[in-house]
């Protein structure tokens, strides 16, 4: 976990991206997110499948009233989140999804 002292702007003019954040009540906003695309196997009724698992680290201030009905449009994607883990007071870990 990062301590709160730890200074997440470098980290993010470094490896961050824009995103259009819009929260559950419709306001958008641009936001830097640090985009981890994965490939994750697992075994689905005995067949092994493929997933791909859209992670994002954004700051926590950047999206304080967040829950599953805000979006995030990342290089024209509109994603859903599907979960939120704190990771500090600094730094929120989000899981994506596509409908």
């Given at each position: 976990?990062?301590?709160?002292?730890?200074?997440?702007?470098?980290?993010?003019?470094?490896?961050?991206?824009?995103?259009?954040?819009t929260?559950?009540?419709?306001?958008?906003?641009?936001?830097?997110?640090?985009l981890?695309?994965?490939?994750?196997?697992?075994?689905?009724?005995?067949?092994?499948?493929?997933?791909?698992?859209?992670?994002?680290?954004?700051?926590?201030?950047?999206?304080?009233?967040?829950?599953?009905?805000?979006?995030?449009?990342?290089?024209?994607?509109?994603?859903?989140?599907?979960?939120?883990?704190?990771?500090?007071?600094?730094?929120?870990?989000?899981?994506?999804?596509?409908?």
């Amino acid at each position: 976990m990062i301590g709160d002292d730890f200074p997440v702007d470098p980290w993010f003019q470094e490896f961050g991206i824009d995103a259009t954040y819009t929260a559950p009540n419709g306001e958008s906003s641009t936001i830097s997110v640090i985009l981890d695309e994965d490939e994750e196997d697992s075994l689905v009724e005995g067949v092994e499948v493929e997933n791909r698992v859209v992670r994002v680290t954004v700051r926590s201030a950047d999206v304080v009233d967040i829950d599953n009905r805000a979006r995030l449009t990342i290089r024209g994607t509109i994603y859903n989140i599907a979960k939120k883990e704190p990771n500090s007071s600094k730094l929120t870990m989000l899981y994506l999804s596509v409908d």
